[in-house]
């Protein structure tokens, strides 16, 4: 059963997140405040948490880039919950890390749905352990990933997206079936989330950013 923990201000809110994600069959902790979040999570690593970003003692995106550099949470599933509905925001929020974006207000089913997608992604299915396309090497295991004798800091969605690519090697994804295979959405949906974290990954890469090529109208290629 995975533990999710919700970090909402809004009493009504959360006990509505917490109500569906039960009755989901998942384990839950919800938090008003970003300081017993902060204090729960030394405890105990939840496999995603929720998090709005209007709170009343940190911004939800301090939070986020605190738990980004932490090595024990720089790869924790976080959906952001916000009433912020602007491209921009959501770009911030994807820029400093989180994986999935949902904006209020939103419907008990999309929750439920976003959530066991990115869990299903996080938790994933078996895959090939070693990964390598000439210098780029990806262990699977302890989820590192090296760029000639350079180790990548990355975050989940940059990891899974590099995964990805390796694991099709020579093959032109479209960036419809990036998006559904790593966002569980169509690009039309979020047309930048994709490029953005393209972006990021290709700066952490380096010079061995030139094995993933851009098919111009298609899609992605790793060669």
Same mark, same amino acid.
């Given at each position: 059963m995975a533990l999710i923990y919700i970090v909402e201000d809004d009493q009504n809110i959360r006990e509505i997140e917490s109500f569906?994600?039960?009755n989901s069959g998942y384990q839950i902790q919800d938090f008003s405040n970003a300081k017993d979040f902060h204090? $729960? &999570?030394? +405890?105990?690593?939840?496999?995603?948490? #929720?998090? =709005?970003?209007?709170?009343?003692?940190e911004d939800g995106m301090e939070i986020l880039q605190k738990l980004r550099k932490n090595p024990e949470t720089k790869r924790l599933p976080i959906i952001m919950v916000t009433a912020k509905s602007t491209e921009l925001d959501r770009v911030k929020g994807l820029d400093n890390g989180a994986d999935d974006y949902i904006v209020k207000p939103f419907g008990v089913m999309e929750l439920i749905s976003r959530v066991k997608a990115l869990l299903r992604r996080s938790m %994933?299915?078996?895959? +090939?352990?070693?990964?390598? &396309? =000439?210098?780029?090497?990806? *262990? =699977?295991?302890? /989820?590192? &990933?090296? $760029?000639g004798d350079k180790q990548c800091d990355l975050t989940y969605k940059e990891y899974e997206l590099l995964r #990805?690519?390796?694991?099709?090697? %020579?093959?032109?994804?479209?960036?419809d079936v990036i998006m559904d295979r790593i966002w569980d959405m169509n690009c039309d949906v979020?047309?930048?989330? @994709? *490029?953005? !974290?393209?972006?990021? @990954?290709? $700066?952490?890469?380096? *010079?061995? $950013? /030139? !094995?993933?090529?851009?098919?111009?109208? &298609? %899609?992605?290629?790793?060669?």
């Open positions: 569906a994600l039960k204090r $729960a &999570v030394k +405890e105990k690593r939840p496999d995603l948490a #929720l998090l =709005d970003i209007m709170l009343p003692d %994933g299915e078996e895959q +090939e352990k070693i990964l390598k &396309v =000439d210098e780029i090497l990806l *262990d =699977d295991e302890r /989820h590192l &990933v090296f $760029a #990805l690519l390796m694991q099709n090697r %020579g093959i032109v994804l479209s960036r979020e047309s930048r989330t @994709l *490029d953005v !974290h393209l972006k990021t @990954l290709r $700066a952490k890469l380096g *010079d061995s $950013a /030139h !094995h993933i090529k851009t098919i111009r109208n &298609v %899609g992605y290629r790793m060669e």
